[in-house]
């Protein structure tokens, strides 16, 4: 008997952002306006949810305060995705970031390519955990592919997406959804008055 098939959603199966980015991508999306959910609703939520991407050990308790920093970082994620790279960054999400980033302790990894290298926290903290996605956020700036990393105009949908188009100049985490629901709704708009 094989196994069951489960449909996914178009939002479950958007092509995740390359390299560490996946990760911020991810982190981003545990909050989805679009279907009104939440993945981090509690202490034990968030741990299950860092101990399954390995930036966390299963070991390690987690607390209220670190569940209210992670939504924390994740907003002020938010906002430094949709200041985007042309507009100036509010320090209401500098300084979680500048805090955590201060506060987590940072090591190189490096692969058996001696170029390849990469940045992580301590897997024996939440703030460690937490420091991981900061650093997939610096390194990923460095490398410039931060200025692809975008968040749905959509005003249902807000995902965080990585943008593939040539110009860098897509709007949509997914033309075929967001998009054609956007412009469908103005065209019906157009069309009523």
């Known amino acids: ?112 390519r001696g170029a390849d290298v990469r940045l992580t926290g301590a897997r024996d903290s939440v703030a460690g955990a937490l420091g991981s996605i900061v650093a997939a956020v610096a390194l990923s700036q460095i490398n410039e592919e931060w200025t692809r990393f975008k968040i749905c105009r959509s005003p249902d949908c807000s995902r965080a997406y990585y943008d593939r188009s040539r110009n860098r100049s897509g709007i949509w985490c997914s033309t075929q959804y967001c998009g054609n629901r956007f412009n469908a709704k103005r065209t019906r708009r157009r069309y009523s008055r």
């Not at 449909?7 to 982190?27: D, I, S």
């Not at 924390?72 to 500098?94: F, I, M, N």
């Open 1 to 112: 008997m094989g196994r069951p098939h489960v449909r996914k959603t178009w939002y479950q199966v958007l092509e995740p952002a390359p390299g560490e980015l996946a990760l911020v991508q991810a982190f981003l999306n545990t909050e989805d306006a679009l279907c009104k959910v939440d993945e981090l609703t509690s202490p034990k939520a968030l741990r299950e949810w860092l101990v399954h991407r390995q930036i966390l050990s299963p070991e390690v308790t987690v607390e209220r305060a670190d569940l209210e920093r992670a939504r924390e970082l994740r907003e002020a994620l938010r906002t430094l995705v949709l200041a985007g790279t042309d507009h100036k960054v509010p320090d209401s999400a500098l300084g979680p970031l500048n805090q955590l980033a201060a506060e987590t302790p940072l090591h190189a990894v490096f692969a058996p």
